[in-house]
């Protein structure tokens, strides 16, 4: 499964990567385009990363935004579970998420 930081250096070129995503965004939701593997790939796993899905939650958080961060992996999981990957697929996108995570100096 392809992420961003496989297309663009994150620290060189976050103008093309953001470019690059909001085209994948439009072209899975907009309805008027024909959304391409990498489209789909790219919107899931940056979903995943922005959600928190495999993020740890801080020892010290506030009840706000542990409610926040709770609320967007509920969301995710939501999303994960009504799509059709198999197990195989799933393991890609743990792949590919923790790929973007660390290219991005992200935490697990």
Known sequence: MITLSDLFNPSTQPALSEQRL??????????????????????????????????????????????????GRKVFGRILRMTTLTPKESAKLLDAVTRELTANDGDL
């Open 22 to 71: 909001r085209a994948a965004y439009a072209n899975v939701f907009s309805g008027k385009g024909n959304p391409t593997e990498e489209d789909k790939n790219l919107v899931l796993v940056d979903l995943a990363v922005e959600s928190g899905y495999l993020s740890v939650t801080p020892d010290e958080i506030s009840s706000e935004r542990l409610q926040r961060v709770e609320g």
